[in-house]
């Protein structure tokens, strides 16, 4: 009885907010349902996380939001058809860092993320993490780095080929001369089996704290910008002391030109909700973070890795 | 631990759940294009309010019904509602020409039960160490295991073994188009970005199932489509016990293939069942029947593709680790639900997850009931007048077609590949083999690269690994015997034939 007249308080405490919400701006948006493009399938993390916001969001703005799935293509095709979309605050979609930056660096995609899109918030982003079995010889990123510069040929399996973690650790194998060879999986839950079954050395994997806690692997380093609080002692690779990284985000974009005031408010409501009590258990229970960030932020991370991505791509494409 | 489960099994919402999902199940899986992934992703949002054991009860309950219900379509029309069962469309389909769709329906319900007993005992059993097992299979291994499949399908699949040949090849070389597994280039996709996902599997299989059913009738010889056609009268039809008891050997090891293929990630249900249909005709004394309406070739695929079910959810709950897109949906359900997968699932929550595997045993009951209820209405099918059922075909094929992606490109696929299909029938080409091709062709090849990456591009790979060198072996073993095969018959017959 308790859970259901504090969920009572909240709808009436956020239906006073709408009211307020709505008198404070000239346009009246939003006037009718709002649809946000999801690039993947659905039942997946980013759907799923990306269907909670906007059933909060909901609330918020009072109008439906339509989550809508267009998977394939690596998340390419939901891009290009939301940069194509018209620019009024109807048509949004909940994007990653390989459509956004890295997908867009190796081959032609027919978007720009920086010039057809505006970045509206940053909510989530999985950590992705070096990974080894938890009997390997490497305790330390160092020491693995160290034996495959002396010759050892590392093998390290990724969710596919040119992804973020694979471009990542072709960049240190640049920088070191450390012999490090790239076996692409069919998503990032064959690498973790294959890493777990040793067929490779090292995975590049996001979703691995159960089994680092459970003592089948062992987590040498993050490949994020900052380090997964789920453990705090792993140093980012930066921090190992090389100048690498691949910033997982998860975030919100409109195409580009969409009124600067609709996109002021729709940060406004979604960063509300997404820094709600009810949206960090939600992801908590995904095992997901909440990582909020401004559009603007975003914005930047989003055009300094794809300028970074698109030299790494390039010197690739040169071998 | 059993017992603590078995109580909490007693709640009604355990049951309105259980029988709601398998209902579920059993109706979108029966409609082309529409699988378990898509129903249980849409059910997901629904189960956000209730409490884990009928939440996931529900999920499983669809996952099991859809992969059932696919069977209906495949022996009542030739319409496989999902991939696995192309594989029961073959003696299903013969059998409801013959009026005896009743007979195929009940014998597909037993078998689907069986096989789903069969790999719920082994989930609750065995799940933790198999899960370990299955990891022993890395690239070499998967490689060596679907260079075996496909051997199986050529050379037990029953038809004309070079005509099969051709058509497993067909279908790899319909499978490089797309994105290259290692190197990311694209191939043959004519800087086209909707080809860069390669053809996807549904709208292939219904435009190679269905939509070449419709362009057949289409270009069939016939004087008015106005005039009523004879269609055949149903047969009535009881499966006794006896006669599923009669296949026993047949479902235990079409469930062992299904629960073994099930655990290893990335290949499916629909292969593991043509594996099962091989095999049950390699060790059928009437392998001649095969084809022209079995009981054994309906029950082999089908316990194997429900036995898939369990086989999948062991990684996915063991460890973590979905193998294809349905178990990970499910992954995130579970999720949900406060009960995270992995390797402390079965420490932390074993009540709730045996209560749950429990359920699904269970479920088995209401399952039978209501196939067997649904079977009454669903027979009538094959009464309707072409003129009727064609459009709606089109149409379901249509919107099945397009439903996996939202895409209009998909919708094309789907058309090309029914012209094809109807172009190969026409010329008697046999179209399973072409579906496992195209299932196989991109897994395989990435799996044999991966294992060259891994080991400098040596072969010892293969040979070090003992799991890769049985499996090379059997696969050795197989061609010899579907070589000496006809030698031995040919030996016989002369003999015979000189004894008279």
Known sequence: MMKLSSSKLIKCSALALLVGISSAYANDFPTKPITVVVPYGAGGTTDISARKLSSLAEAELGQPIVVENRPGASGTNAMRSVANARADGYTLIATTSSPLFVTPAVRPVGYDSVKDFTPILNYSGPYHGVLVPADSPYKTFDGLIKAAKSGTSISYGTAGAMGGPHLSFELIARQTGAKLKHVPFNGAGSATAAVLGKHVDVALVPAYRDLVLDSKLRLLGVLDDSRDPDFESVPTLKEAGYDVEFPSVVGVMAPAGTDPEIVEQLEMTFTKVAKSDEFKAFMTKLNQPVRVMTGEKLGGIIQSNLETYRNVAKELSQK | ?500
């Open chain 2, 1 to 500: 631990m059993l017992l603590d489960a078995f109580n909490a099994l007693m709640d009604i919402w355990v049951l309105v759940a259980a029988v709601s999902g398998i209902v579920t199940g059993i109706i979108i899986g029966a409609i082309p294009g529409l699988g378990p992934t898509m129903a249980i992703a849409l059910l997901i949002p629904v189960t956000f309010t209730m409490s884990p054991i009928p939440a996931i009860t529900l999920l499983l309950g669809v996952y099991q019904g859809a992969i059932f219900g696919g069977s209906i379509s495949a022996i009542l029309l030739n319409v496989p509602g999902t991939p696995s069962s192309a594989a029961t469309a073959i003696d299903g389909y013969a059998m409801a020409r013959k009026g005896e769709g009743g007979r195929a329906l009940r014998v597909a319900l037993y078998a689907s039960v069986a096989g789903n007993i069969f790999s719920c005992l082994v989930l609750i059993v065995l799940a933790e160490p198999l899960a370990s097992f299955a990891l022993n299979f890395g690239p070499a291994e998967m490689a060596a295991l679907m260079l075996f499949a496909l051997l199986v399908i050529v050379l037990f699949g029953g038809g004309v073994r070079l005509d099969a040949a051709l058509m497993v090849l067909l279908g790899v070389f319909a499978s490089i188009i797309g994105l290259d597994p290692i190197e990311g280039t694209p191939r043959f996709t004519f800087n086209s970005f909707a080809m860069e996902n390669g053809l996807q599997l549904i709208p292939v299989l219904v435009g190679l199932f269905a939509m070449s059913e419709v362009f057949l009738k289409l270009f069939q010889k016939q004087s008015s489509i106005k005039e009523p056609v004879d269609l055949p009268k149903i047969v009535p039809s009881k499966v006794r016990f006896v006669d599923m008891w009669r296949m026993r050997a047949t479902l235990l090891w079409s469930s062992l293939i299904g629960t073994f293929v099930g655990i290893l990630p990335g290949i499916g249900s629909t292969v593991p069942a043509f594996m099962s249909y091989g095999l049950a005709r390699a060790r059928s004394k009437q392998a001649h029947k095969f084809g022209q309406g079995a009981d054994e070739g309906v029950a082999a695929p089908e316990a194997a593709n429900n036995a898939v079910t369990g086989g999948a959810l062991i990684p996915t709950l063991a460890l973590g680790i979905p193998g294809d897109a349905v178990t990970a949906v499910i992954l995130g359900a579970f999720m949900l639900q406060g009960l995270a997968p992995g390797p402390f699932l079965f420490r932390d929550y074993g009540v709730e997850v045996y209560a749950i595997f429990e359920a699904l045993i269970l479920s088995s009951i209401p399952t039978i009931i209501f196939g067997l209820l649904l079977f009454k209405v669903a027979v009538h099918v094959i009464r309707i007048q072409p003129r009727h059922l064609f459009p709606t075909i089109t149409v379901l094929a249509l919107l099945g077609a397009f439903s996996v992606n939202n895409s209009l490109v998909d919708v094309w696929v789907m058309l090309g590949a029914g012209f094809v299909g109807f172009l190969l029938r026409r010329a008697d080409f046999p179209l399973p083999p072409l579906l496992i091709g195209l299932i196989l062709g991109t897994p395989l090849e990435q799996s044999v690269r991966q294992a060259m990456l891994t080991s400098n591009g040596s072969l010892d790979i293969f040979w070090n690994s003992g799991i890769a060198l049985a499996l090379l072996g059997l696969t050795a073993i197989s061609i010899l015997i579907s070589l000496c095969i006809p030698l031995l018959r040919k030996q016989r017959q002369q003999k015979g034939s000189s004894n008279v």
